[in-house]
């Protein structure tokens, strides 16, 4: 006889991650493991993920003219992580 108590893997790891305050830092790790399909093929080339801390993501870039050209992207960037991943934690991205 089945438990009315059972529910889908995912939502119990899922429940089970955000009650011990550990499931925004594993959807920012994925943000971090996606970052070449959200950055898409032009800009993956060129940047790397370097780290994920207190809501920011930082990003290495090659060169200050880089650097100019991507934050004109930063919005379009934060929303794509919105829309990719389930991260909301992520609210500033910092190129360096």
């Not at 060129?46 to 780290?51: A, D, F, K, N, S």
């Not at 650097?67 to 929303?79: F, G, P, T």
């Amino acid at each position: 006889m089945k438990s009315s108590r059972l529910q889908p893997l995912k939502m119990a790891l899922e429940g089970f991650l955000k009650s011990r305050g550990y499931l925004n830092v594993c959807r920012e790790l994925e943000v971090a493991r996606m970052w070449p399909e959200i950055a898409g093929e032009r800009l993956s080339r060129v940047t790397e993920c370097t780290g994920v801390d207190d809501g920011r993501l930082f990003i290495r870039v090659p060169s200050s003219t880089w650097r100019h050209e991507i934050s004109y992207l930063k919005q379009q960037l934060l929303q794509k992580i919105r829309t990719h991943t389930k991260c909301t934690s992520i609210k500033n991205i910092v190129f360096y």
